[in-house]
């Protein structure tokens, strides 16, 4: 187990968040992600999917500047971001309620046929829009694709999204969501 794995991933995830890189996440970013997301896809907010994942990107904000924004100024700074995601979702075991939702939507929306998997086009797709480097992401999606058919289940999908932002294990495979750590 090491601590320093999970505040390096969540220190990256803080970057993914702040999506227009003022150093802080705010409400603004979330929707930017959300319209990143649908955007890459093709989808319209107003479709199924699409208002699930904006739904699901809303609740997030919603949770992270209740249980984050300790200062209440509206904006998350890194240092409250790095403390709360571990009191709230590491330790406090809020994961399931809250994320586990968006990751699932998100990954429904990367399911274009609606198959369960997600193959290699739509996770390069679902990648881009956080930022990650063209060359990284079929690593990442080789190490996802735990028994190398070619696909990553949504189940997987939302699995991996929990261990990168909740686990301090080394050999988790969720470690390679967005990319070499
Ligand atoms: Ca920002
Ligand atoms: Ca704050
Ligand atoms: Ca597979």
Redesign the pocket.
Known sequence: MSTELLRHKLDRAFGHLDVNGNGKVERDDLLGLGARLLIGFGESPTSAAGSRLVHGFDVIWQTLSAELDVDSDGAISPQEFRTGMTSTFVEGDRFDTVFRPAARAVAELCDTDGDGAVGPEEFRTMLSAFGTPHGDVDTAFARL?????????VD?LVEATRQYYTSADPGAAGNWLFGPL
């Open positions: 694709d735990l028994d190398g058919d070619g696909s990553v289940s997987e």
